[in-house]
């Protein structure tokens, strides 16, 4: 709009220059400013002496506003250069009368109204009022709207807010949400102009909109223009009106563009959107003066509001991929002909079929070739496209061979195993790595590292190491390299008896007990040659995969070295039964000698398992030796006993609650040898073998309150006067636990090297995760998601799976199964419908789970996996079952599970291997 200020001699004008083009126009073009302004231009002339305006020969002395405007131009031209806004002096001529008349007919040039309205004359009072604007001037601004909308420009934002009745400000586009759409002025894809070429100023035009196409439905609308009399419209594609003129900034002067070809505009009736434009096409427009006008600063605005465009075309609205992928995407939907590069025809033909000359004033897709083409081969690669925009947004070139998505690799234990990752980049990226979702480096593990140029260190790897590792670039999470770990062990054998004698005809039989993963091949071997059964079924049967081997009706000749041989990937190991044939056999043991110990009122009685019998008793009024204390007390006080556990083949370590100490017997000597003085009431006892320690659980009550102290003896299997120690204090003094989760020594698998336990305190929705070695606490892990109060953990020596049972907090009810990897404490899966506490067999194959309802017990059977635990069967049983056990299988080479019961005389037998 006019601004009019008074001055003594003359009026001055100060005017956008947008309203200055917009005069310049309407000098060039007298038919559209007639058509426009409604007027009857007759000759005038202007008169350079007398600064005046004339008809013909004689003075004019009633002047037209139109007649007005073509007397500013001689001001006009060559006067607004580079400013938005000039002050115009008019010429003296224009006298107070000739203001009025302007104002009169055109009352809108004095009428203020805000932004994103415009002034039009009411037609029944002839007075101006505001309106809502009905168009904006095509100018590529995008800006976020509070409103969670992107605009084309500010003149959007504004004009929507006047339609929308409320307000909505703009702001930075780092404060944009995530999923900010574009608005839908901004998507409309059909406009309406005049079907005749002649070229219309840029201000008269409706305004062009960026076209944004979803990939499954593309919406078009027609707007209808305002019409005039004797023109007929039609609905074209926003291509139709691109580049009818163009203002040249350096000179002010107007560069006239030939209309668009007449067959890019037409439409076929018979089809829902506008025809397909040919190569030539757009090649014409290009001709036409398009590329002589793409700046440097309009080709980067162009490729900025490209990734804009081609985020919500190719990617959906709750895609969060980095711009790399983008831009990966863009690539691939470019390359028509999956040559691996850019031609000049696939970006024309691109940039016509998707109206991409709308992203910019001055800058088409094929001028990336004038930009970016850097080896100057008339064609763009993948890495010169990269390159374009990593100048907007330091996109590096992230890269990764199909072939190597997924790499198996195996190592076996106790080696040092280094992972090079494939992903590459220009610059060099990067890499992070992750087990289960967690950053590798985060964990701060010794046996863990991450070197400089990307690859990951395993120091001495476990078979809790076994899993999938992933790799990406920092910038690019999209491009991922799997790397699948297998880790194996060397197989253990291990035979019974080791020497036996028999008579000439009677039968012989040894065992064999075998472990590794994988799960070795077993074979029985005379003097280093194979067992051939084929047709010798009556003298040799081998049971199960292996576990025994019989021989009937022996002879002389049996007599041998029988090896039993498991043979894995991580090698070939064997064990020895020697069998001696004679008349006069020497007396044997077919099984190892074993004691076991029992704990009662009176004292601790020794009994041989195999028959029963009580090799030895150590009675509780007995004298410890080197001290003056009894074992249990003076006579008539019965021994007050917690939990024993085994230490090596040497020891026995077992509490005394109500003395607050903790006896240690030899198994040898069968005697108490140390005494070691814990906290009040010591109850639970749990052995680490790996590192030789035994840890004390005081509940500190007779009652379990759930405020309990832990201890720690160390060197538990040395020959040497014990003690306790805590682990490190929090806040100064020692921790109150519920609860002390620890490997169990029962594991038979010797490769594994278990630093961790775990500690829960009263009603917390998680564990602490304890360093067994340096007696502190490393991290939390939190499990408040699943309302879990850990009640049981178990350890799985296979595939490093930690089995959580629990309960809720305040109802104490059961809460289902969490299965953890025990290295990132990930939550790898969850069984909110398997309640009851677990245990793991002694080999890790098979978790068992003690279900107690009110119909029954249910045990059920899981098999531990590479992919976590596969459900087997349950046994459902009306015995009360108290507790339960593994011993070793006899048909096959694992467990089965033997349960008691607690109010008969009773015992369950379950074989694992029969379902």
Not at 265 to 283: A, C, F, L, Y
Not at 781 to 795: A, K, S
């Amino acid at each position: 709009m006019f601004r009019i200020r008074r001055r003594p001699t003359s009026l001055q004008y100060t005017c956008p220059i947008w309203t200055l083009v917009f005069l310049i126009h309407l000098a060039a073009f007298p038919s559209i400013r007639n058509s426009v302004l409604g007027l009857n231009i007759r000759n005038i002339d202007v008169d350079k002496n007398t600064n005046s305006l004339e008809s013909g020969s004689e003075r004019n002395k009633s002047l037209s506003p139109d007649s007005a405007t073509l007397a500013l131009l001689p001001s006009l031209q060559g006067s607004a250069q580079d400013e938005k806004t000039k002050d115009i002096e008019l010429p003296s001529a224009f006298s107070r009368e000739i203001l009025d008349q302007l104002t009169t007919n055109n009352p809108c040039l004095v009428h203020y109204c805000p932004k994103g309205r415009e002034c039009t004359i009411e037609s029944t009072s002839n007075r101006p009022i505001c309106i809502c604007q009905r168009y904006c001037s095509h100018r590529k601004r995008p800006i976020c709207g509070s409103d969670g909308l992107i605009y084309e420009n500010h003149c959007e934002l504004h004009r929507a807010a006047c339609l929308q009745e409320r307000q909505i400000t703009y702001q930075r586009f780092d404060k944009c949400p995530p999923k900010a759409i574009w608005s839908s002025s901004y998507s409309t894809t059909i406009k309406a102009i005049p079907t005749s070429t002649t070229p219309q100023p840029r201000s008269l035009r409706h305004p062009k909109n960026l076209s944004t196409e979803s990939i499954s439905n593309r919406q078009t609308t027609t707007i209808t223009p305002l019409t005039q009399p004797g023109v007929t419209y039609s609905p074209v594609s926003v291509l139709a009106n691109s580049f009818l003129s163009t203002f040249t900034e350096k000179t002010g002067s107007i560069a006239l563009v030939s209309p668009l070809p007449q067959r890019l505009i037409n439409w076929n009736e018979s089809s829902v959107g506008p025809q397909r434009s040919t190569i030539n096409d757009i090649k014409s427009v290009d001709d036409a003066g398009h590329k002589e006008y793409c700046s440097s600063q309009e080709y980067e605005i162009m490729k900025d509001n490209l990734l804009l465009y081609s985020h919500a075309r190719l990617m959906s609205q709750d895609n969060n991929h980095s711009r790399d992928f983008l831009v990966s995407i863009m690539f691939s939907h470019y390359d028509r002909n999956n040559n691996g590069h850019l031609e000049i025809e696939e970006l024309s033909q691109v940039s016509i079929n998707e109206h991409l000359d709308e992203l910019s004033n001055g800058c088409v897709l094929d001028d990336m070739l004038n930009f970016d083409d850097t080896n100057h081969d008339g064609r763009l690669s993948i890495n010169e496209f990269y390159q374009a925009f990593s100048k907007l947004y330091s996109v590096s070139v992230v890269s990764l061979d199909k072939a190597l998505e997924t790499n198996h690799l195996s190592a076996r234990v106790d080696d040092n195993v280094e992972i090079k990752c494939d992903v590459t980049g220009s610059p060099s990226p990067q890499i992070i790595w992750h087990r289960n979702g967690v950053d590798l480096s985060t964990l701060n593990e010794d046996e863990i590292r991450i070197f400089s140029d990307g690859s990951l260190y395993l120091t001495r790897i476990q078979l809790l190491h076994a899993g999938n590792y992933t790799c990406h670039a920092q910038r690019n999470k999209d491009i991922v390299q799997t790397h699948m770990l297998s880790v194996y062990t060397m197989p253990e054998v291990r035979v019974m008896p080791r020497i036996q004698s028999k008579r000439p005809g009677e039968s012989a039989e040894m065992y064999c007990h075998v472990i590794g993963d994988p799960f070795p091949k077993v074979e029985w071997l005379k003097n280093d040659e194979r067992i051939e059964l084929v047709g010798k079924a009556n003298k040799y049967q081998v049971i199960g995969n292996g576990t025994a081997l019989k021989i009937r009706n022996i002879a002389y000749s049996d007599t041998g070295a029988y090896m039993c041989q498991a043979t894995n990937i991580g090698g070939e190991v064997r064990d020895i039964s020697s069998l001696i044939v004679q008349e006069e056999p020497t007396p044997t043991t077919l099984f190892e000698e074993r004691k076991f110990f029992t704990f009662y009122d009176f004292g601790v009685a020794v009994y041989e398992p195999a028959n029963c019998r009580l090799h030895h008793q150590i009675q509780g009024t007995d004298i410890i030796p080197g001290t003056q204390e009894y074992v249990c007390g003076k006579k008539d006080i019965p021994c007050s006993w917690g939990k024993a556990t085994n230490v090596g083949t040497r020891y026995i370590y077992v509490s005394q609650p109500e003395r607050d100490r903790v006896l240690v017997i030899s198994t040898i000597q069968m005697v108490v040898v140390d005494v070691v003085a814990t906290d009040k009431y010591p109850v639970e006892l749990h052995y680490v073998p790996q590192l030789d320690q035994v840890w004390v659980l005081n509940w500190r009550y007779t009652e379990n309150k759930g405020a309990k102290t832990i201890q720690v003896i160390r060197d538990a299997s040395q020959r040497r006067k014990h003690h306790t120690v805590h682990p490190e204090p929090i806040d100064g003094q020692f921790d109150l636990v519920k609860d002390l989760f620890v490997p169990s020594n029962r594991l038979e698998q010797t490769h594994y090297n278990y630093k961790y336990g775990y500690v829960t305190h009263n009603n917390q929705r998680g564990m602490y995760k304890l360093d067994l070695l340096n007696l502190r606490y490393t991290k939390s892990v939190d499990l408040t998601l699943y309302n879990c109060v850990p009640e049981n953990v178990e350890f799985s020596a296979l595939y490093g799976f930690v089995i959580v049972s629990c309960r809720e907090p305040i109802t104490n009810r059961a809460q289902g199964q969490i299965v953890l990897d025990y290295v990132s404490d990930t939550v790898l899966s969850t069984k909110p419908e398997l309640n009851g506490v677990s245990q793991i067999s002694p080999d890790s194959r098979h978790l068992i789970t003690v279900e107690y309802n009110p119909n029954g017990v249910i045990i059920v059977v899981q098999k531990v996996t590479p992919n976590g635990l596969e459900f087997l069967f349950d046994v459902k049983t009306s015995l009360n079952i108290s507790d339960i056990t593994f011993f070793e299988s006899e048909n096959m080479h694992g467990y089965d599970v033997f349960a008691s019961t607690s109010d008969k005389e009773d015992i369950l037998y379950l074989n694992l291997f029969t379902e």
